[in-house]
């Protein structure tokens, strides 16, 4: 048997593996990852985090998060996993303003300070995740003034203690399992309702200030790449979403003026040092799946939703002899609302429509959400170990 990193490295190059299919997740979130490892996890878990981080505990928020990934490669055997960047060491900018309200002192969660002022974060327990419902950002000059500091902060170096996460990530499952972290600095303000609008905008009316921004954030983002493959992962996550679920924020022509030449620069980047790029997109990218992909380079795609007209038959065809595909088990209904034979029986589809001639990995269609019943993807996971027995035939 070969060892679950190997397994993935062969889909990669658009191989079948010897034994069975891979597969993995951006994320297994809340109650399903409880199920998985028997306790409340930390791992993939921001409210947890956040408040382990505000009260001044990282030593614990790092051990616990080994800890979770360690049992959940253990339960599952599972083939690819991500794992966080860590606040850095120093870093005292948060602080718990609510009962599930936090107030940031910048953006990036602990790592150097890029200006952009104070952030405030709520967590909505009905979704499970965080909104931001306060920033400074909150006006065409005021992007203007970030990107200005932005501009005139010279240093994009790494702290190093931002990488103890990985580090510590590679060292206990790394010789076996495919380790990504994620570092992409392409669409940086996807999660604010107040500063997406007025960055879309700017795409028409301050195309030179977009651009610009993008090109610093992009910057730092790539610094951080290289640092988490210097420090061993197997490859790095472009998580940073263009599409809605009925296309791209953007024109494909404002998808190349402004955004393909920062995804180039990332591709290369971690292509020189070795390592591999998945792109995680949500939403439906046909419309700039060509650049997006092939003219970037792009090692695997990485989602797929079912809900948002993303058929795995369509990319196989279209891309399976280009790149890795990865995905399209239903996040949306079949994991959460689904029963178990349903699960079987879409993962199986799966398997049939993406894995003939290899460059197929098992995922759901974005991530594992919280409300996803263990039982649910443990289902997944059974099928691919029972039906994904390669060589696999159309």
Not at 7 to 21: F, H, I, N
Not at 201 to 218: A, D, F, G, I, M
Request: aromatic share 10%.
């Amino acid at each position: 048997m070969i060892s679950s990193k190997e397994r993935v490295t062969r889909a990669l190059y658009l191989e079948e593996p010897p034994d069975r299919l891979p597969f993995g997740e951006w994320e297994i979130q809340g109650s399903c990852l409880r199920g998985i490892i028997g306790r409340e996890p930390v791992l993939y878990n921001n409210l947890a985090s956040y408040e382990l981080i505000s009260k001044g505990k990282r030593e614990e928020f790092i051990r616990r998060q080994i800890e979770d990934l360690i049992d959940l490669v253990k339960k599952l055997e599972i083939d690819i996993v991500w794992i966080h960047f860590a606040p850095a060491e120093s870093w005292r900018g948060i602080r718990k303003t609510g009962e599930f309200r936090y107030e940031l002192s910048n953006r990036t969660f602990g790592r150097k300070d890029w200006g952009g002022g104070r952030v405030v974060i709520e967590w909505n327990p009905d979704s499970e995740t965080f909104w931001e419902v306060e920033t400074a950002l909150n006006s065409v000059e005021a992007l203007e003034e970030y990107v200005g500091f932005l501009e005139k902060t010279q240093d994009v170096s790494v702290d190093s203690s931002t990488l103890e996460l990985i580090e510590k990530a590679v060292k206990k499952v790394g010789d076996r399992v495919f380790v990504c972290a994620a570092a992409d600095g392409t669409f940086p303000f996807l999660l604010s309702p107040t500063t997406m609008p007025i960055f879309l905008k700017c795409q028409y009316t301050h195309p030179s200030l977009v651009k610009r921004l993008l090109r610093e954030h992009s910057r730092r983002q790539i610094e951080y790449g290289k640092a988490a493959i210097d420090a061993g992962v197997s490859a790095v996550l472009m998580n940073a979403d263009y599409c809605s679920k009925t296309g791209p924020f953007m024109s494909p022509k404002q998808f190349r003026d402004f955004y393909l030449p920062e995804i180039k620069a990332h591709h290369n980047a971690y292509h020189k040092k070795g390592a591999s790029v998945i792109q995680h997109k949500d939403g439906n990218i046909w419309l700039i799946a060509d650049a997006l992909l092939i003219e970037a380079e792009a090692d695997a795609y990485q989602a797929m939703e079912p809900s948002a007209d993303m058929k795995l038959s369509e990319m196989k065809a279209a891309y399976g002899e280009k790149i890795c595909l990865m995905g399209n088990v239903d996040c949306v209904y079949t994991l959460v609302h689904g029963t178990a034979d349903e699960v079987t029986a879409e993962t199986a589809d799966c398997i049939k429509a993406g894995a003939p001639g290899g460059g197929y990995i098992v995922s759901s269609s974005n991530v594992v959400v919280s409300r996803t019943p263990t039982e649910n993807y443990v289902a997944l996971v059974e099928t691919v170990k029972k039906k994904g027995r390669c060589p696999i035939s159309p």
